[in-house]
Structures are given as structure tokens and as C-alpha cells.
């Protein structure tokens, strides 16, 4: 497993942009490097669902489709960082963001169950 340092988040107005930022850093029983990294969220009383992630090996973004558009997922494989600028939010987009990262492949990037590391969660809160 690897640390991840989130920072970022906060407060905005509905239409607003904030940007996050997630880095691995100390690792535990391994010393592989991340397969992929992205964002989860959790909106109050719901279940985690996928934001977006990049996949290290060929640079590519996966996106959920309530933030295509409006969402962009960068990275710097080198140092193993993660950035999500976030556009044109909504107060839909008001939950906890929780980073995470896999150190090899363990199934579809879309579902929580593929990370094996989780960052502590940063709250974005959206008002209208």
C-alpha cells in the first residue's frame, strides 16, 4: 500500500471551479509504483461512486458521466500526483473526495473493491 496526501477542496458557489490534489508517498510491504490513481466521492447518506482516474501505463482518463465535461483528471507519473479540476460544479457535486490508487491492475477501474489505497478525503461542498 502507498500513502496518499490529499489537499484542496473547500467551499464554492454553484458554477464555481475548485482543483484537488492527491500524492503518493511512504509505502508499506511494497515498492511498486501505482497502476492507476483517480477520485472517488461520497455525497452525505450515500454509497462511494467513481469520479475519475488516470491510468499510468498509456496516460489515459476514465471519467463517471456526471462529470464529463466538467471534470478534468491530470497527472505526473514521475512523482505520483493526481490533480482533479473541477468546473462548473453543482451542489450534486457536494461530498467527501477520497483519492486512491492501485499498485498493479486488480479489475475494473469504475469500482472501489480495483484500490488498494485510500486517501483520508477532502470535502467539497457546493452551495447553491
Known amino acids: 500500500q502507498v500513502q496518499l496526501v490529499e489537499s484542496g477542496g473547500g467551499l464554492v458557489q454553484d458554477g464555481g471551479s475548485l482543483r484537488l490534489s492527491c500524492a503518493a508517498s511512504?509505502?508499506?510491504?511494497?515498492?511498486?509504483?501505482?497502476?492507476?490513481m483517480g477520485w472517488f466521492r461520497q455525497p452525505p447518506g450515500k454509497p462511494r461512486e467513481f469520479v475519475a482516474v488516470i491510468r499510468w501505463s498509456d496516460n489515459s482518463p476514465f471519467y463517471a458521466d456526471s462529470v464529463k465535461g466538467r471534470f478534468i483528471i491530470s497527472g505526473d507519473n514521475t512523482n505520483e500526483t493526481v490533480y482533479l479540476q473541477m468546473d462548473s460544479l453543482r451542489p450534486e457535486d457536494t461530498a467527501a473526495y477520497f483519492c486512491?490508487?492501485?499498485?498493479?491492475?486488480?479489475?475494473?477501474?469504475?469500482?472501489?473493491?480495483?484500490?488498494?489505497?485510500w486517501g483520508q478525503g477532502t470535502q467539497v461542498t457546493v452551495s447553491s
Open positions: 486512491a490508487a492501485a499498485e498493479y491492475y486488480r479489475g475494473s477501474v469504475y469500482y472501489a473493491r480495483s484500490y488498494d489505497s
Open positions: 511512504e509505502r508499506t510491504g511494497s515498492t511498486h509504483r501505482t497502476y492507476t
